[in-house]
């Protein structure tokens, strides 16, 4: 795996984490398989480039400047933005193949151990650990930029011009904090229409940059996207989020109907509509609109590589299940186990979904002011 230089890889710890004076740590954080049979070459690639960054921040610690760098490695939790265990391990030498190894290969920490005494985090990970790690850095005052998936290929969108990334973000979350609904159409296979209405009342939107200059956040990097938590219901007033959201999942069209925030049906006669019936039978959270979400980074000329990471930061995005750690109020609790809990983006760009096509987004504000944010996929208010 293609990697950063090392004076690189310290300017881009400096630039995402402006300095406070009470920095004195950074932990990198990295999950490990609990058996050989579910890991991958991915997977083992991103262990090994977050046990080499560790190395080559440890040896520059003093140019960031910081006291310490650790790699804490855990047991994967099995799914995206599920809880992390209570425990990971401190590792100084090489990473291990399984979690079974996690014992011989570093000392025990508890996780609110860590999070107590570190103040940066990255987290190349299998499975995200944004949600958990936004819930930790707000009560610990952390700063974490998680980085679930990273590959080589994401190199590039830690090189752009942040500063306009900035700009673009700030810009739609502006509009999203002011708007009270969105009203997103869509178009199937070029002929057939779908509409879904996002209720966004009682909400504020947030803006993800790839920068963390204030204590107590966190969020993904690379990054450049403004998204919100649409309403769920919990201010005594039904969500009026409804309609139709079209899903392609491995070449099949899922059509979701949306009542009240919640996907209630799956339709569809494939393999991958059957599976999304058996899917909100089995977990009704996952239904959840949990994220409306507009990324800015195809504007900059990158291409998605597969990796929800980098690829829902190119465009519009709508995301199923876990939100509370968005804003929204569906949290772990709601799902049946704590590898069931997920938060899931689809993904509305051509190259990811070839049948769905963004007709048209318009905001709604209170006054009845409409604004068309965007057209054909493109945005029409940079």
């Known amino acids: 795996m293609t990697t950063l230089a090392p004076e690189e890889l310290v300017s881009l710890v400096r630039s995402v984490f402006p300095r406070f004076a009470t920095d004195r740590a950074l932990a990198i954080l990295v999950d490990v398989p609990r058996d050989a049979a579910s890991d991958n070459p991915a997977w083992r690639e991103r262990r090994r480039l977050a046990h080499e960054w560790r190395v080559l921040l440890a040896a ?7 006291a310490e760098v650790k790699l804490v490695a855990y047991a994967d939790v099995g799914s995206n933005n ?21 014992e011989r290969a570093g000392e025990q920490a508890s996780f609110e151990g860590v999070f107590a005494s570190t103040q940066l985090f990255l987290a190349p990970t299998e499975y ?26 994401m190199i590039p969108a830690l090189r752009i011009d942040y500063g306009e990334v900035a700009r673009r973000v700030d810009a739609l979350k502006a509009r999203l904090d002011e708007a009270d609904h969105a009203d997103v ?7 057939s229409g779908c509409d879904i209405h996002f209720d966004l009342r009682h909400r504020s939107a947030h803006a993800s940059s790839g920068r963390f200059p204030e204590a107590g956040t966190a969020g ?28 392609e999942i491995d070449g099949d069209v899922v059509l979701f ?42 504007d900059f000329g990158l291409e998605p590589i597969g990796e929800i990471l980098l690829d829902e930061k190119l465009g519009l995005h709508v995301a199923f299940g876990r939100s509370e750690h968005f804003g929204g109020i569906v949290g772990p609790d709601e799902f049946s186990s704590p590898s069931a809990v997920i938060h899931l983006d689809r993904i509305y760009i051509p190259q990811v979904q070839p049948r769905v096509a963004v007709r048209e987004v318009i905001l709604g504000y209170p006054g009845g002011r409409r604004e068309i944010l965007m057209a054909g996929g493109i945005y029409t208010i940079f």
Request: no cysteine; glycine share 10%.
């Open 220 to 247: 993904n990097l690379p990054s450049g996207e403004a998204y919100i938590v649409p309403y769920e219901g919990e201010a005594g007033v039904a969500s009026l989020t409804s309609g139709t959201l079209p899903v």
């Open 185 to 191: 159409s869509f178009v199937v296979d070029g002929k």
């Open 60 to 66: 520059r610690k003093e140019e960031i400047p910081l």
């Open 128 to 153: 995200s650990t944004t949600a958990p790690l936004k819930v930790a850095a707000r009560r610990f005052r952390f700063r974490a930029a998680t980085m679930p998936g990273f590959a080589a290929a």
């Open 82 to 102: 599920a809880d992390l265990p209570a425990d990971g391990f401190l590792v100084e030498g090489a990473m291990p193949e399984t979690a079974a190894e996690l």
């Open 257 to 298: 109907a949306i009542q009240a925030n919640r996907a209630v049906k799956a339709k569809g006669r494939g393999a991958a509509a059957r599976a999304e019936r058996a899917r909100l039978a089995a977990e009704p959270a996952y239904g959840n609109m949990a994220e409306l979400g507009f990324g800015v980074l195809a």
